[in-house]
């Protein structure tokens, strides 16, 4: 995935209609990509309630500064997604979509961001390549369908990085205007403060080594220091510092909280739970770029023999590679591993897979066809038995009819992707065709995610027959709720629902998942005989009444 020439940027003409088509085909990739269904599941796992939660609760107070979950402040995380969630609540009103927007926003973002440098660096073909593979990642679209923060850090470095390559001179002068010096360090400055308040100091480590690592291999020390100017230096303080001071000024254990044990603690030791090998990132980067995974694994295969056999690369080509390779290293030496926290690699890595298919596809055609053609092959071969398997009157295997045939679609447009992907690029963009499959996917994402989400796994269904059983206000308790359809059903209640406790006094309702009460219960309280039966949920609600009253 290298460019080994120092040669200016190029792009092979093409005609008006092709410009127009490769625009809709971009344009449509990016709404349906980042957009579309944004509001099409409820909010699942712990964090996104929760971060949710926040950021109403900013909307609702008033206090921009102190994130605070149930009343109490919460430091697990700075404040960037929750402000651009309470001001998405504020304009838009509370949704599962607007509490997703600002991932969306940020993954627009991210992805413009790389587009414009694709262009500067390698011409506009390869910036249209990566405009129309990258949205379509697995990565891409799944995070900027998360209400969390992974989004829009990664989208803020992205950013960062990008004016980067401006302020270290890599942008050919003679491929039109770029930003002056003085602005680019500016903005570098300004986007990277704003990825610190996503996620922390990790954002300086992650642009530090990137560019430390890239002077290193090119001897390019002075340039590499320019990104220590003050002009950038007075930006980052002026972005980043201003909520951190204040909130450690109103907060005396924020910093042991957020800094020691939510940052160093997390990296250092394996507290969190999340414990990974240390190979865990390689199976995970292949997963985030389905369908082009075995297009990533072909240009890796060239990129390396063509380092080995030139020795030597582009100077922002080798940038590319210390900002995707970097942040890989990093984190899979890190004790806790969650796949998100390599979504700043994502980015770069797309960039280098959109200039090696322009620049291999040519050279290796032949590679490139068979190999692509096998998996489409391979893709078909498989995804039609699912299909018919799951077509059948009757299934004796599990999982079930519906999970065979959204399985089998979803393999079968994956093959069809890569098959369309070895079609001629030249003139008529046919080979971008390939955006169509994965395009009708996520418009067909509801009919063929129904069969996972019979029962909602976030707490909105339940919330919805709680509100309309008129038990919303009462006290509940949940007894084995999954720990995020519990924040979830938090969320959706606007108050907190408390996870059963068998030596619990207090009088209320509570929900399980049989017809079973009286065995949950301790000595001071008993269950009503008859439950609510909430049947789009799975739930029953068990009223609980003091004995002897």
Avoid at 112 to 136: D, K, S
Avoid at 314 to 322: M, N, V, W
Wanted: with cysteine.
């Amino acid at each position: 995935m290298t460019q080994t020439d120092q040669s200016l940027p190029s792009s092979h003409s093409i005609t008006p209609a092709a410009r127009v088509a490769w625009l809709l085909l971009i344009l449509a990739t990016l709404y349906f990509s980042y957009f579309h269904n944004l509001g099409v599941i409820g909010l699942v796992g712990p964090d996104e309630p929760r971060y949710a939660w926040i950021a109403r609760d900013m909307a609702e107070t008033g206090d921009w500064v102190t994130p605070r979950l149930y009343g109490k402040p919460w430091f697990e995380k700075p404040v960037l997604y929750y402000w651009g969630a309470a001001l998405s609540f504020r304009w838009f009103g509370v949704t599962d979509t607007t509490a997703r927007l600002p991932s969306a926003i940020a993954a627009l973002l991210a992805t413009v961001a790389m587009g414009w440098l694709a262009w500067r660096l390698y011409g506009g073909e390869t910036a249209r390549w990566l405009l129309a593979l990258l949205p379509l990642t697995v990565g891409m679209i799944g995070f900027s369908h998360a209400a969390a923060t992974d989004m829009v850090f990664a989208a803020m470095l992205t950013v960062a990085m990008t004016f980067t390559v401006v302020v270290l001179g890599l942008i050919p002068r003679e491929v039109g205007a770029s930003p002056p010096t003085w602005l680019a360090l500016i903005l570098f400055g300004f986007f990277l403060g704003l990825a610190v308040l996503a996620k922390g100091p990790a954002a300086l480590i992650l642009s530090g080594g990137a560019v430390l690592f890239w002077a290193a291999i090119t001897q390019r020390w002075r340039e590499a220091f320019r990104c220590l100017h003050p002009f950038a230096v007075a930006s980052f303080c002026a972005t980043a510092l201003p909520w951190y001071v204040i909130c450690a000024r109103r907060n005396p254990d924020f910093f042991r909280v957020f800094i020691i044990e939510h940052n160093f603690k997390r990296y250092l030791t394996p507290e969190f739970q999340h414990i990974q090998p240390f190979w865990f990132y390689v199976p995970v980067t292949l997963v985030a770029f389905l369908p082009w995974a075995v297009l990533l694994l072909w240009a890796s295969i060239l990129g390396i023999q063509r380092i080995w056999q030139n020795g030597r690369l582009h100077p922002a080509t080798t940038l590319l590679l210390c900002w995707a390779g970097f942040n890989l290293v990093f984190f899979s030496i890190s004790k806790s591993k969650l796949p998100g926290y390599i979504l700043p690699a994502i980015p770069a890595i797309g960039l280098l897979l959109a200039r090696s298919f322009v620049v291999f596809s040519n050279q290796n055609e032949k590679s490139l066809r068979w190999l692509l053609s096998v998996y489409a092959v391979g893709s078909l071969l498989a995804g039609i038995p699912l299909i018919a398997v799951g077509k059948m009157p009757r299934v004796l295997l599990k999982p079930g009819p519906g999970e065979f045939v959204a399985v089998g679609c979803v393999v079968l447009a994956f093959g069809l992707a890569n098959m369309l992907l070895t079609l001629k690029t030249r003139a008529v963009p046919t080979a971008a065709l390939c955006v169509i499959p994965i395009l009708l996917l996520t418009l067909l994402f509801r009919p063929l995610s129904h069969p996972w989400l019979a029962h909602d796994p976030s707490g909105r269904t339940l919330a919805a027959e709680l509100t309309k059983a008129d038990l919303c206000k009462t006290q509940l308790f949940a007894e084995n709720m999954k720990r995020g359809q519990l924040y979830s059903l938090s969320f959706y209640l606007h108050r907190e629902v408390e996870p059963w406790d068998r030596n619990q006094s207090t009088p209320g309702y509570l929900l399980v998942l049989s017809r079973r009460c009286a065995d949950l219960v301790g000595p001071s309280l008993t269950c009503e005989d008859s439950p609510i039966e909430l049947g789009r949920s799975g739930w029953f609600a068990y009223r609980l009444v003091v004995k002897n009253q």
